[in-house]
Structure formats: structure tokens, C-alpha cells
């Protein structure tokens, strides 16, 4: 009985209309319930989920990188980069230069300020990946990822 936690849950009084609808809502229930979480986390720090994606981006990438290549790296769609990139600076956590040889490039860096900010976020970060998803079993994490790329693969045109 698949569906009965999340018919008890969202107090439905029907079963769902589809498997796909049932997984489609559980997807995105789950989704909200981790963001929340993890949005509590940045915000202890200062930051928006979408802020510590880049800085964690460039720190990955360690070098300076183009604005392109980061919203291309990014894992939920930003429409609003400049802007996005905008509070970073004024927040003294990353910096900008145009390219001397095409000023239309623009590169971010990270700054000495936003390297500290991330290793403070770090520990109480991997402490929360434990606590959503530390009660599954090495298999069933790995099964979950391939399900879920395997549903966003169908997505992609």
C-alpha cells in the first residue's frame, strides 16, 4: 500500500488517480519538506539555497568562472543571475571582472570571505544530508538517485 501514507498525509480521502500522480505528489512533497529544511540552514549562515549553490560551485571549480557556466551548473533554474550575482558582491562573497579581451565575459570568484563562510557551513551541512536521508541504506540511496535521474532524463527535450 504505496499510497497510503500520502493519502493520510495530504487527508485525501480517495486513493490517487495514477501511480505517476501518487509518485509526482510524494516527489514533490518530499521536495518541499527538504528545501524548507535546508533553507533553514542557509538562512542561519545568511544565505538563500540558490547564494550557497554558487559559492559551491565556484569553490568546486576553483577557478573564476563565467556567469553562463555557473547557471548552466546550477541545480534549480535562476532567472534572475545578475541579480543573484549582485547580492553576492554587495555581501563581499564573490567578485567580478570583465574579460580584457571580450567585455561581454564576465568571471566570479569566490572571495576570502565566502572560502570561510562555506567551512562553516560544511559540518552543519553534511549533518543535515544524515538527518533527511542518513536512515537509508547505501543501495537504496543509489537506487533513489538512478529513479530520479532516470525520471529527469524523460524531462529533457
Same mark, same amino acid.
Given at each position: 500500500?504505496? @499510497?497510503?501514507? =500520502? +493519502?493520510h498525509?495530504?487527508?485525501? &480521502?480517495?486513493?490517487?488517480?495514477?501511480?505517476?500522480k501518487e509518485?509526482? =505528489?510524494?516527489? $514533490?512533497?518530499?521536495?518541499? +519538506?527538504?528545501?524548507?529544511r535546508?533553507?533553514?540552514?542557509?538562512?542561519?549562515?545568511? =544565505?538563500?539555497?540558490?547564494?550557497?549553490?554558487v559559492?559551491?560551485?565556484?569553490?568546486?571549480? @576553483?577557478?573564476?568562472?563565467?556567469?553562463?557556466?555557473?547557471?548552466?551548473?546550477?541545480? +534549480?533554474?535562476?532567472?534572475?543571475?545578475?541579480?543573484?550575482?549582485?547580492?553576492? !558582491?554587495?555581501?563581499?562573497?564573490?567578485?567580478?571582472?570583465?574579460?580584457?579581451?571580450?567585455?561581454?565575459?564576465?568571471?566570479?570568484?569566490?572571495?576570502? &570571505? $565566502?572560502?570561510?563562510?562555506?567551512? &562553516?557551513?560544511? #559540518?552543519?551541512?553534511?549533518?543535515?544530508?544524515?538527518?533527511?536521508? #542518513?536512515? =537509508? @541504506?547505501? $543501495?537504496?540511496?543509489? +537506487?533513489?538517485?538512478?529513479?530520479? !535521474? &532516470? $525520471?529527469?532524463?524523460?524531462?529533457?527535450?
Amino acid at each position: 500500500m504505496a @499510497g497510503k501514507s =500520502l +493519502q493520510h498525509e495530504l487527508g485525501k &480521502k480517495t486513493p490517487f488517480e495514477s501511480p505517476e500522480k501518487e509518485a509526482m =505528489l510524494n516527489i $514533490a512533497r518530499t521536495s518541499d +519538506q527538504l528545501q524548507n529544511r535546508f533553507g533553514r540552514l542557509f538562512r542561519e549562515f545568511g =544565505l538563500t539555497g540558490s547564494q550557497h549553490n554558487v559559492l559551491r560551485i565556484l569553490r568546486g571549480e @576553483g577557478r573564476p568562472m563565467r556567469c553562463e557556466e555557473i547557471r548552466r551548473r546550477m541545480i +534549480q533554474v535562476v532567472p534572475a543571475m545578475t541579480g543573484l550575482l549582485d547580492r553576492l !558582491e554587495k555581501d563581499g562573497l564573490v567578485t567580478r571582472t570583465r574579460c580584457e579581451n571580450d567585455r561581454r565575459v564576465v568571471h566570479v570568484d569566490l572571495t576570502t &570571505k $565566502a572560502r570561510t563562510l562555506l567551512q &562553516k557551513i560544511d #559540518g552543519p551541512l553534511t549533518n543535515l544530508y544524515q538527518e533527511c536521508l #542518513g536512515h =537509508l @541504506g547505501k $543501495a537504496e540511496l543509489e +537506487q533513489l538517485s538512478r529513479l530520479l !535521474e &532516470k $525520471a529527469r532524463k524523460s524531462l529533457r527535450t
